[in-house]
């Protein structure tokens, strides 16, 4: 493997990026335009322009409008005018001249083959500048490190730090957002670099610290790179909230920097910062005598320094060394408070910030005051290369820092050892080159040949030159190693070399950081690719390692050829077989041969020859020079690739096996005869169609690669199969056995090949069961003919040596037959189980018996507990296969839906004694079943014939739609008898509705906004006969999902007075407020149904729990499916703190319904609000004796309200027609029937009179025109005086009406007013019938009401005479009405 040039980017709108940057020289003569066909292509040199004629020239300016058009649309070196830099993510690049700069960003996208690609799209163009006459001189882009937890050592937004002529160091977001300006020198800037945190190979390298680098041309600007990382995070955060308010001045934090005056140098074009070194003491000692003479002295430890350097002029290259620690760090506040100037090092901060959106004027104000500038530390040179007429262009600083490339104006580049001063190499001919370094780790596959291989990984050094004069990409190994590859580019890219990663991250943060960032990418301006040298870490090694180098290129056009589709099977033959002789080291071979044994393409013809080949090669080599893993790889796979074959072609032959008389299954086929309703129903529920993939159907051949990739040689000469996915799992077992299961293979001959192969039985019987098991729709659809054909596989497996032990005693448990069951156990494929259950029985059952004649010689059955273990599953099974047919019934259209469940023997056992009937609960939820429907249907268990109608039912045929919904409906309730019939106790119907009541509570706590679900909670919940269960589920239910929301209802209308509004009630308890409306009414049923429980629980015994004896041996975790248990193990409840709650529950109920103003809680005393939401079985002080006056009042006025709002409801204009009877009221509900004796039990509660709210009824009815109802309850009032009293002023307002203040008054009307007694006429005039609610009332109904006046007054009360008179007033109108 060689290097390579990789396109991994490409930029977009390049046309679009040039224009604006060029935006200034569209307006150029046409003379200078007429020079783009040159460059477009290339360099054009004098002679040429001479050379040409004028008719030439006329040709070059026509068509150099056709050659811009069809290109990009720009002209080639125009990037060399612009600074240009990229991320090291390669998310970002930017380009800049003079003030303007475009930002682009990576945006992935799909090209025209469907393969997603990256591409660099603008994001942002603006200026940058903003001092008149300033340009844009150097620029970087660093990626600052995330915080979050989640996104350690990865990218969180990048920074662009652009420097200026004018001495401005400008800070950006990749949106062009301004982060902070600072006046740094005021001298333009000439470069910016950066040094981030690096891993450290070794132990003793010394850990670098992040900084940023600006070069002036007399001076250097270090910022520390963890101060410049929390300035920007803090500047980012502040521009996004002040952008977010709307302010526009943004106070920076303060930041750090050091400056040094570089001294002893004539020019300084470009630098490097190396970082912190430290001498070693031979020389501290030679430089300590060299400065300081003979008798200077020697500190005891060497001082860690600095190390930049420089390259110019005078001299070509300049080391510079400052000692750390010579000053203490200063801030900008302190450094500004500071009079004096510090001779030493300085920490300065920021000094002149800029703000953004400023006035005019305020701007010119601040531009006009220069920022105060701090002086330079003079720093002086320590030694340099000194050549006088050789100038420095630029240094490029290796990524371990002990090496740096160096440009000069001579066309040469230099390799400079940093640790010695010296230049170690020079290479010529390089005008104007551009530099970069690539350091490539080891492979991790070479370190297992390497001597070293407990060091640490080896990395290798290359230096990338680019030679824009010649056009070409070359790559050298260091220090001094040949040139490794060579790219011809074209004249005017751009290398684009960061040497940092990301900042912000250290020692903690970089483990396990595994980001991806490019070392070097080289631009091409013409096309928009951004490309990347890739080098193979080999090319590093000496020549004595060329055979390695070699077979990578064999290996390399090995795999080359194996890509490709269109290749002939003799020719991919032969070349491979040439290329795996010619590859010389192991290792390499074997992966060559690794690679071509798993390719698809290849076939297995192929496969043969080239192994075989190999081998035979292998086998005439001296042993001791033959590598044994490879000998041994050879032989494994060619024995796989024979056993493939002669799989293959037993199931492509045409010999059939004809089926022994042995083979008759008696017994079996009377078991199919029995369950075979229930498998037919199963099949039928089974089969209907859904989706897959045709790669993943079984019927699909599997290739020869599949199954090399499954087995494996051991080292006795057998095989193993290794698991994988399921998926791949049951494909082998699919190529082994199914052409046997459907009778299409020989298994006899299968069986003995498999075993002389040597897998072990009880894999092959695994396999055959994961075959037998996932396909079992086909075996169904022919179950005799695959019962039989699987339990001739399964004799011939057990007829293997080492499937069943010769030392098995027929008392014990087998293996063998455990493995089955447990298989069998696990399945979900009810049916097929059941159907392999039956075989192994009788398999296993023939094997004791031939085992027992063969011992005993006697005509006793052989009894074990082999067969006893068979006798429980296959019973399990047949009670699995009835439910999971029951299970599979789809729901009706507009039920809840969901997946149908999966069940099995183990996932019933590990649910515990619950674990069925919460199955089944689900299933009730899902098909919406009715409390009463379910209860109607499990009543049926105990009909004898049941049985006989769900195996003899013929049905028959309907052409109605609604005769084939009853007869699937009639059909699902005889499989739930069946199956409540197969588990007696388990499904009994208390332990049923109390797992359906929990079904629906929990499905309701999902979803709150579906009062429904609560509501059938409540319904099941009632059909539970035994008051334990009952009074424990209630309690649960209370506790675990309804109390917390009952007190948020509670307080929340206790904090508004009111029935809140929709939006409070989605706020504070979760559900609209119709849904709490109905949330409050099953509330007061559940407490109810709590009370009555607990009163019922005293007259009976607790039940006891029982479990089929088929499944005694379920265990669970005792949380839901244990659910009857933990009713049972509840405490028994507080009466009257249930009651409590109860009547609060009552309260909060009414206010919702009829939507009043109450705060419920103030209707209670402390104790009484104290005692509320606690929990029901403790013992509470609740209040006793009378209550305040006041409490009882509003309590009254309460109920009142409730009434009258009652009465509102149900006010019906036709209930009030003469000769019409009031129609039956709903039994939910704001109308329903049962809200006056709510509120007569809940005053008796609550201290009210219960006569007051009778006589309020009565009146509110009669105020309603309800005059029969009224009647009805007249009847139960006690105080008839003060009931009279309240009817005649009703009456008297009812009379004023009609006499008074009707539109329609008649003459007679008013000729008996005029006849009334005075006294009678003044009462009248003074009644207000507005307070009527229906004032147009019949007068015969008046009439019936005055008669009942007379009726309950007594002669002797004070009104009783102006009652006669209205008696005579309305039997005036009557008699005038009928005349």
Known sequence: ????????????????????????????????????????????????????????????????????????????????????????????????????????????????????????????????????????SSSICIPLASQKRSSTGRPD???????????????????????????????????????????????????????????????????????????????????????????DVIQPPPLAYKKWGLQDMDTIVDHSSVGIMTLCVFDQMKNASILGGFNASVKGSPPAMSQYVTVGGGPYTGFYYAVEGSSQPLLSHVALAVASKLTSALFNAASGWLGWNKHKNEEEAVQKQKPKVEAATPLGIRFGLPDSRRHGESICLSPCNTLAGVTDDFGRVTLLDLARGIAIRMWKGYRDAQLGWLQVPEERGDREFSPSASLPRRHALFLVIYAPRRGILEVWGMQQGPRVGAFTVGKHCRLLYAGYRLMGVNSVTSKGWQLLTQQVCLLDPITGALRTVNIPFHLALSDKKSERAKDMHLIKRLTTLLRSREVEPDILESEAKSVLLDIKHPAIKKQALESLLSNKNAPVSCLTNVTCALNDTLKQQDPEEV??????????????????????????????????????????????????????????????????????????????????????????????????????????????????????SPPHKVCDTLQQAGISPQQLLSLLLSVWLQREKEVLQKPEEA???????????????????????????????????????????????????????????????????????????????ELEQWVVCVRQLEDVLVLQTLLLVPPPQGAAGGAAAQCSIKTLLEGGTGGIADSVSKWVFRHNLAPERLKEILQKREDEEVDEKLEQRTVEEGNEQEEKSQEDTDRTAELLVAVSQRFPHSLSPDLLFAHCCWEYVVQWNKDPEEGRYFWLAVEHLKLVSCP?????????????????????????????????????????????????????????????????????????????????????????????????????????????????????????????????????????????????????????????????????????????????????????????????????????????????SLCLELGSLLQVNPDILRR?????????????????????????DVLGSQLLVLTGQRLSYSLLHSQSQTQAAMELLARLPPTLCTWLKAMDPSELRCPLVPLSQTSRLVGRLIEILPENHAQYSLALHLLEAVDALTTEDST
């Open 1 to 136: 493997m060689s290097c390579s040039l990789l396109e991994f980017c490409r930029l977009q709108e390049l046309k679009t990026v040039r224009d604006y940057l060029f935006l200034s020289q569209k307006t150029e003569p046409v003379e200078e335009k007429n020079k783009t066909e040159n460059e477009l292509s290339w360099d054009s040199s004098d002679w040429e322009a001479t050379w040409d004629s004028g008719e030439n020239k006329e040709e070059g300016a026509t068509s150099a409008t056709t050659v811009e058009e069809e290109t990009t649309g720009q002209r080639a070196p125009w990037l060399q005018d612009c600074v240009v830099s990229l991320s090291p993510c390669s998310d970002l690049l930017v380009v800049a001249r003079e003030q303007k700069a475009v930002f682009l960003t990576a945006k992935w996208r799909t090209d025209d083959s469907g393969r997603e690609e990256m591409t660099l799209a603008v994001s942002w163009t603006g200026t940058l500048s903003t001092d008149e006459g300033e340009c844009v």
């Open 1256 to 1280: 309020h009824i009565v009146c509110e009815l009669y105020n309603q025109g309800l005059d029969l109802r009224a009647e009805e309850v007249m009847l139960e009032v006690e105080d008839k």
């Open 1028 to 1236: 334990y269960i009952q009074l424990g589920i209630s309690a649960m239910m209370w506790s675990t999902f309804i109390v917390k929301r009952f007190s948020a209802a509670a307080f929340l209308m206790e904090k508004v007075g009111k029935a809140p509004k929709d939006r409070l009630c989605r706020r504070d308890v979760g559900m609209g407020d119709k849904a709490m409306t109905s949330f409050l009414g099953c509330c007061v049923q559940l407490l109810q149904i709590l009370m009555e429980a607990d009163s019922a629980v005293e007259d009976v015994a607790p039940p006891e729990l029982s479990v089929e004896e088929a499944w005694c041996g379920a265990e669970g975790p005792a949380s839901l499916v244990e659910l009857a248990e933990l009713a049972l193990g509840q405490r028994g409840v507080c009466f009257t703190l249930v009651q409590h709650h109860c009547l609060l529950a009552s309260l909060l109920h009414a206010a919702m319904s009829f939507s009043l103003r109450v705060k419920p809680l103030s209707l209670f005393e402390g104790k009484g609000k104290n005692a509320f939401f606690r929990d029901l079985t403790s013992i509470q002080l609740m209040p006793t004796g009378d209550m305040d006056p006041g409490l009882v009042s509003l309590r009254q006025e309460f109920l009142l309200r409730v009434l009258t709002g009652w009465v509102q409801a149900i006010d019906d204009p036709s209930s009030s027609a003469p000769g019409t009877k009031s129609p039956p009221l709903p039994s939910s509900g704001p109308k329903a029937d049962w809200w006056p």
């Open 627 to 744: 590598d044994a893993a490879l000998l041994q790889l050879c032989s494994s796979q060619l024995k796989l690739l024979q056993l493939y074959t002669d799989i293959q072609n037993l199931h492509s032959g045409a010999d059939r096996e004809a089926c022994s008389e042995n083979d008759s299954l008696e017994g079996i086929e009377d078991e199919l005869s029995r369950v075979g309703p229930t498998l037919q129903r199963y099949a039928q529920l089974t089969a209907r169609p859904s989706v897959s993939f045709a790669q993943d159907s079984p019927d699909s051949p599997m290739p020869a690669q599949a199954f090399l990739s499954q087995m494996e040689c051991t080292d006795d000469e057998g095989l193993r199969v290794t698991r994988g996915s399921e998926t791949k799992w049951n494909h082998l077992g699919n190529f082994m056995f199914w052409g046997c299961l459907c009778g299409k």
């Open 787 to 865: 019962v039989r054909n699987l339990h001739t596989l399964l004799i011939g497996l057990s007829d293997m040596k080492g499937a069943v032990e010769e030392s098995w005693d027929p008392q014990s448990i087998s293996p063998w037959w455990q493995q089955v069951r447990c298989t069998c156990i696990q399945s979900h494929n009810a049916a097929a189980a059941l159907l392999a259950a039956f075989v192994a029985h009788r398999a296993a059952k023939a094997s004791i018996t031939s085992r027992a004649d063969s011992k005993f010689q006697s005509e006793w059955e052989a009894v074990s507990l």
């Open 157 to 247: 937004w990048t920074c662009v730090v652009v420097g200026f002529t004018s001495g401005y160091v400008r800070f950006y977001t990749e949106n062009g957002v301004l982060l902070l300006a600072q006046l740094l020198h005021e001298d333009p800037v000439l470069r910016l670099k950066c040094r981030t945190y690096e891993i450290p190979r070794h132990p003793g390298v010394t850990e670098q610290h992040e900084e940023l680098s600006i070069l002036y041309p007399a001076a250097l600007v270090t910022i520390d790179g963890f101060s410049l990382f929390q300035s920007l995070r803090a500047c980012r955060n502040q521009v996004a909230r002040a952008t977010a308010a709307g302010s």
